[in-house]
C-alpha cells in the first residue's frame, strides 16, 4: 500500500479520463460533465500539473455547454440548464482566467439575471433549475458561489439568503437541505461556505452564543477509528467527507478538532497504486469525485503526504491562487505544514 500521494499517476490517471470517450461510462454520466471537467482540472492545479488538460479544450467544451435559452450552463452541449453545471461552468472559467469570455453577447448579465431567478423570495432557498421543482442548500452555495465569480454578489437578497441557510439548521448544531431534513456534512460545508462568501459567518452563533463549536464538534464527530469521516452518525467513511468536513472546520477555525494524520493516512490509502486516482475508501474502484476530495483534503491537511500541492481554498473550492487574484478570498484556517501561496506583494 503507498504512503505517500502517487502524484505523477495521479496526473496520468486525469489525462487519460478524457481519452476515454467511447466508453459505456463516459455516455452514461453526461448529466454530470462539467461538474467532472472541473474536478479534474482543479485536481490537475492543486498537483502542479495544469497543463496535463490544454486550457483551450476546456474553455472551449464549457462554453459549448451554454444553454441559450436559459442563459446558463448544463452539464453537457444540448442539456437544459442548472445551477450545478452553471457553478462549475463558471469555476472552470476562472480556473482558467478566462472569465471575460462571459463579456461576450452578454453572457454575465444572462447568468447573474438566471442564478437570482432561482431564489423563492419568501424562503430565500434556491431551486436548482427553472423547473422550480427541488429547493436544496447545495443550490443556494453555487447560487453565492457562482454570483461572487462573477462579481454580482449585490445582485442578491443577502439577508433571504442568510435567512435560508439558518433556516435549515437542526438541534445537533448540523444542516440540512431544507427546514428540518437530516444533517449531513455535505451540507455542513455548502452553508458554512454560502455564510462565508455573504460575511455572515458570525450569524451560526445564535442566541447561546455556541453554535460555531456545537457545528465544529458534530463534524468532528465524523471522524471514525480507521481515520476517515462519514457524512453523518452510523454511516461508513468516505474520501469525500475530508473534503466537505474539513472546509467547514478549516472556515470555522477548527481543523485541530480532528485527527489530520490519521484521517492523510486513510485517504493515501485509498489510491489505486496501479492506476492512480482516489476510491471512496480502499480497495474500491477510484473515480474523478474522490480523487479531487481526497486531493483537496490532504491539501489543507498538510504534512508529507501534501508535499508538492498546492493551497486549496475552501470556501470557493477552488486553487487559493485562482481566488488570490480575483480578490475574493475570504478568511480560513491554514495549517501550519499545509501548502501556502505566496501573499500578494
Ligand atoms: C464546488 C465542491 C463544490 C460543490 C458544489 C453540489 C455541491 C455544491 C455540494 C454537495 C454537497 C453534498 C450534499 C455532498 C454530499 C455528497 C454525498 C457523498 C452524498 C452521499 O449521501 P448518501 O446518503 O451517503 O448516499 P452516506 O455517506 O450518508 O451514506
Ligand atoms: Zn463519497
Not at 139 to 149: E, I, K, N
Not at 152 to 173: I, K, M, P, Q, T
Not at 186 to 215: R, S, T
Not at 269 to 286: F, K, L, M, T, Y
Amino acid at each position: 500500500m503507498a504512503d505517500s500521494l502517487l502524484v505523477p499517476l495521479h496526473v496520468k490517471y486525469i489525462a487519460a479520463l478524457a481519452k476515454h470517450r467511447g466508453s459505456l461510462a463516459y455516455h452514461l454520466t453526461t448529466h454530470l460533465r462539467l461538474n467532472a471537467i472541473y474536478w479534474a482540472a482543479t485536481t490537475l492545479h492543486l498537483l502542479g500539473a495544469p497543463e496535463a488538460l490544454p486550457r483551450d479544450g476546456l474553455v472551449e467544451f464549457t462554453l459549448s455547454c451554454w444553454d441559450d435559452d436559459a442563459g446558463a450552463f448544463g452539464p453537457f452541449p444540448q442539456h437544459d440548464a442548472h445551477i450545478l453545471a452553471t457553478l462549475s461552468g463558471i469555476q472552470v472559467l476562472a480556473l482558467n482566467d478566462a472569465l471575460g469570455e462571459l463579456e461576450k453577447d452578454g453572457r454575465k448579465e444572462r447568468l447573474v439575471k438566471y442564478i437570482c431567478s432561482l431564489q423563492d423570495q419568501d424562503s430565500g432557498a434556491f431551486f436548482g433549475d427553472s423547473t422550480r421543482l427541488e429547493q436544496d442548500t447545495r443550490f443556494l452555495y453555487c447560487a453565492v458561489c457562482a454570483l461572487s465569480l462573477l462579481s454580482s454578489l449585490h445582485s442578491v437578497s443577502r439577508e433571504r439568503c442568510v435567512r435560508a441557510v439558518l433556516a435549515a439548521r437542526n438541534h445537533d448544531g448540523g444542516f440540512g437541505t431544507v427546514p428540518g431534513s437530516e444533517s449531513h456534512a455535505g451540507q455542513a460545508f455548502v452553508c458554512v461556505g454560502a455564510l462565508a462568501i455573504l460575511d455572515a459567518l458570525d450569524e451560526l452563533q445564535g442566541a447561546d452564543g455556541k453554535g460555531k463549536d456545537k457545528l465544529a464538534g458534530w463534524l468532528s464527530e465524523r471522524q471514525l477509528p480507521c481515520g476517515g469521516l462519514n457524512g453523518r452518525p452510523r454511516k461508513l467513511e468516505d474520501v469525500c467527507y475530508s473534503w466537505w468536513v474539513l472546509t467547514a472546520l478549516a472556515i470555522l477555525g477548527k481543523l485541530h478538532w480532528i485527527s489530520g494524520t490519521k484521517l492523510s493516512q486513510f485517504i493515501v490509502s485509498a489510491q489505486d497504486p496501479d492506476h492512480g486516482g482516489i476510491a471512496d475508501r480502499p480497495d474500491n474502484v477510484a473515480d474523478v469525485f474522490h480523487t479531487f476530495f481526497g486531493v483537496a483534503g490532504l491539501a489543507m491537511l498538510g504534512g508529507p503526504p501534501a508535499q508538492g500541492l498546492r493551497e486549496v481554498d475552501p470556501v470557493f473550492a477552488l486553487p487559493a491562487h485562482v481566488t488570490r487574484r480575483m480578490g475574493i478570498q475570504k478568511p480560513y484556517q491554514r495549517l501550519p505544514d499545509a501548502p501556502r501561496e505566496e501573499e500578494a506583494q
